[in-house]
T-cell receptor, first 116, second 116 residues
Framework: DTAVSQTPKYLVTQMGNDKSIKCEQN?????MYWYKQDSKKFLKIMFSYNNKELIINETVPNRFSPKSPDKAHLNLHINSLELGDSAVYFC???????????????FGAGSRLTVL | AQKVTQAQTEISVVEKEDVTLDCVYETRDTTYYLFWYKQPPSGELVFLIR??????QNEISGRYSWNFQKSTSSFNFTITASQVVDSAVYFC?????????????FGKGTKLSVIP
């Protein structure tokens, strides 16, 4: 049973299209994240949700819209795709940071988006 | 804000050599957390270790060891008797409390190649 699963693993699409990446975690975690890894392997947080509420929203174009229908799911929808959106997108989850501090993030396998 | 610097972009070693991956962090927080993640060629992100700012004890796990020194703001990672399976990109990361949760900031990664 995969702890954090993302679909699709690969996505190739044309500029201007709209696409979604889905993420589900079965760890019972409260917090979920989206990270973007660019072609130079740099990992940067995009969003963080805690119990369906947005708590971190980094400087990301508003073409990117996360949606969390419940605490086990965090989907990423991207409108009007651009060439620069090509990257690997990682979903992750963790227990809510609390008394024990920053908890370990468990990552999905990544979704490689290629925009042509 | 926090910053993590991994000055070594790429390292190549011959199998069985020891190798140290450097990580220097910057923070104004007194409470923070440091992490190492491994990204093998298959692309997933694998958690290796978490250390909080109040625990400067070094840690050893098999062939892996970590040296945390607050005086130099470093959290270096050593692999002893390297093996080909250690070939991966290794990320150092730090976490601080921001916007009500802990936000993980990654370094740019060090690509380790272990040559047989």
């Amino acid at each position: 049973d995969t702890a954090v699963s993302q679909t699709p693993k690969y996505l190739v699409t044309q500029m201007g299209n709209d696409k979604s990446i889905k993420c589900e975690q079965n760890l019972g975690h409260d917090t979920m994240y989206w990270y973007k890894q660019d072609s130079k392997k740099f990992l940067k947080i995009m969003f963080s949700y805690n119990n369906k509420e947005l708590i971190i929203n980094e400087t990301v174009p508003n073409r990117f819209s996360p949606k969390s229908p419940d605490k086990a799911h965090l989907n990423l929808h991207i409108n009007s795709l651009e060439l620069g959106d090509s990257a690997v997108y990682f979903c992750a989850s963790s227990q809510l940071a609390g008394v024990s501090g920053a908890n370990v993030l468990t990552f999905g396998a990544g979704s490689r988006l290629t925009v042509l | 804000a926090q910053k993590v610097t991994q000055a070594q972009t790429e390292i190549s070693v011959v199998e069985k050599e020891d190798v140290t991956l450097d990580c220097v962090y910057e923070t104004r927080d007194t409470t923070y957390y440091l992490f190492w993640y491994k990204q093998p060629p298959s692309g997933e992100l694998v958690f290796l270790i978490r250390r909080n700012s109040f625990d400067e004890q070094n840690e050893i796990s098999g062939r892996y060891s970590w040296n945390f020194q607050k005086s130099t703001s470093s959290f270096n990672f050593t692999i002893t008797a390297s093996q080909v399976v250690d070939s991966a990109v290794y990320f150092c990361a730090s976490a601080y409390s921001g916007a009500g949760s802990y936000q993980l900031t990654f370094g740019k990664g060090t690509k380790l190649s272990v040559i047989p």
